[in-house]
């Protein structure tokens, strides 16, 4: 695994990309412009990198490092003449072999994805934020207020950062249920028993396509009696991730680009075309795109990303009946996947 670079707190399985982003501008910061604007670039891609899902997990590094120089070169008016150090944003777009409209536009996403305003504390530099005219405010909970009328707040932060992932799982869960009304009154599939007892053999003897899936569920003793129960837990453990999973970071780091809207628009699609459909990583991925419930089309430059994402998915799927050895939705993964993602999301699909 990649070293952590100084100063970078970001998820393990966002580190190998995040880590990549940061050489990129560290060493841009050190030919061009100063350590200050390097300092400033790591704490953007820190803040992207705690996003979940985080958007450095999709698309070319070298033009998320071109945007986060970008981005900070402009907020820190980089690409005004009568500022030093200066740098043009043509200049800057052609040391790093890109399009100013490329780089532009991923600054533009920075910008919205983490709502960045103009002389932002965290991403100005030392002399700029001192002239800030709101060098003393802060927003908390859509108030501004005074700075020295708060204590420490990361505690809070933290807090914040938790209850948002939680209020994001229960979203896509409550969409998922609404999704598929005639799914809750399947009855279990016959095949469930003969798939439980199947997993329950590979799990004990330690079948390498499942290790993952029992190391994230922290199964290592007796393993779960009840077969419903060993199943959805079993086809929701590389969504759910509780403990460390022992795949690659890159792996991991792949999984973690699923978003709730590529896993719903993926197990929505599928169980609205029935057992028998084909369910590959391509055919998953291109549910998404015809998914209603899910706004826009995958991104060309993110496809390859969540084709591999689901590409670690489909087998444990396969090992569970879910999808057979042809690629194709099973009974079974037509009952069980979105009751598995319910179950990953923290919810009963089932319930009443």
């Not at 940061?22 to 990198?49: N, S």
């Not at 998914?291 to 799927?317: K, Q, S, T």
């Not at 079974?332 to 990953?344: D, I, K, Q, S, Y």
Request: aromatic fraction near 6%; proline fraction near 6%; include cysteine.
């Amino acid at each position: 695994m990649r070293d952590r670079p100084a100063g970078l707190k970001v998820p393990a399985a966002v580190l190998p990309r995040a880590a990549a982003v940061v050489e990129v501008t560290d060493r841009f910061c050190a030919e061009h412009l100063d350590l200050e604007y390097a300092d400033l670039c790591r704490r953007l891609i820190g803040q992207l990198g705690r996003k979940r899902p985080s958007p450095l997990q999709r698309g070319d590094l070298q033009i998320w490092a071109a945007a986060v120089v970008y981005t900070i070169g402009k907020l820190n008016f980089l690409f005004d003449p009568s500022q030093r150090p200066y740098l043009s944003a043509s200049e800057l777009c052609r040391l790093m072999d890109l399009s100013e409209a490329t780089v532009a536009n991923k600054s533009r996403r920075i910008r919205d994805q983490i709502k960045l305003v103009p002389f932002d504390p965290e991403l100005s530099r030392r002399e700029i934020a001192e002239h800030s005219p709101f060098r003393n405010l802060v927003e908390v909970g859509g108030l501004i207020v005074p700075a020295d009328l708060l204590g420490s707040i990361d505690d809070d932060e933290d807090e914040a950062f938790i209850e948002s992932l939680e209020a994001a799982d229960r979203e896509a869960f409550d969409m998922l249920r609404d999704a598929l009304p005639e799914s809750r009154s399947l009855p279990v599939p016959v095949e469930l028993q003969t798939a439980a007892a199947e997993l329950r053999r590979k799990f004990r003897a330690r079948d390498p396509e499942l290790r993952p899936v029992a190391r994230a569920n922290g199964w290592s003793g007796p393993l779960l009696s009840d077969d419903r129960q060993l199943w959805i837990e079993a086809a929701g453990a590389l969504i759910a991730i509780k403990n460390d999973t022992g795949l690659s970071a890159e792996e991991e780091s792949l999984l973690m680009t699923l978003d709730h809207a590529d896993l719903l628009g993926a197990v929505l699609g599928a169980a609205r075309a029935g057992a028998g459909s084909p369910a590959d990583s391509v055919d998953l991925t291109a549910n998404i795109d015809a998914c209603p419930e899910v706004e826009g089309e995958v991104d060309d430059e993110d496809r390859g990303l969540i084709e591999a994402a689901f590409g670690l998915l489909v087998p444990v799927w396969q090992a569970a009946g879910a999808i057979d050895a042809e690629f194709r939705l099973t009974e079974l993964g037509r009952w069980g996947l979105p009751r598995a993602l319910a179950w990953a999301w923290g919810g009963d699909f089932d319930a009443s």
